[in-house]
């Protein structure tokens, strides 16, 4: 199965936010360029649009000053592992007013999707999530590519995790529906 070529989480708020995109930078070169990974600022595309550049992965911010259609993450707080929480998801879904989407997206010079460069991609997301976070925090975290409903604290606790699981790997509870002594 081939890797994805982007990967994407959505931000929630309960009014618009205006990014500092020279300090994200700024946040994102200290951890990544010891790597080989330095961005640089690209020109803000329709004021919505903010994106920092590299030779493989571009990260891109897609600020959207509108609510999302709240069914599918409605839909997604039903499941029973994010029953568990006791969060009222429900009630942060329909109170978010506006978002961020992060897509972090292989370039046109990436040679394809290696695991190498996906996992890259994933952290770049990761950190730029948790940087955002901590700039402007969000009422809720979806992170798309495990479909997985986070609150920010909760999220911030793994940014120093070298390889996060829980973002990457979704529980799916389920249950036999057999008793076994009353239970």
Known sequence: MPLPTSVSSRLLYTRFMRVDLPELCTVLNDIFSPAGYAFDIVDHVRGARLALAHDAVEIQIILEPEALDDGPLLTLAEEPFHQTERVDWADLIR???CQAEILVQMTGSARGPDTALFEVMLSLCQM????????????????????????????????????????????????????????
């Open 95 to 97: 109170g978010h007013r």
């Open 128 to 183: 730029t999530t948790t940087a955002l976070t901590a700039m402007m925090p969000p009422t809720l975290i979806h992170w798309m590519q495990s479909d997985q409903l986070f609150l920010p604290l909760k999220f911030q606790l793994m940014d120093d995790m070298l390889f996060p699981l829980p973002l990457f790997i979704k529980p799916r509870l389920f249950s036999s529906g057999r008793m076994q002594e009353d239970n």
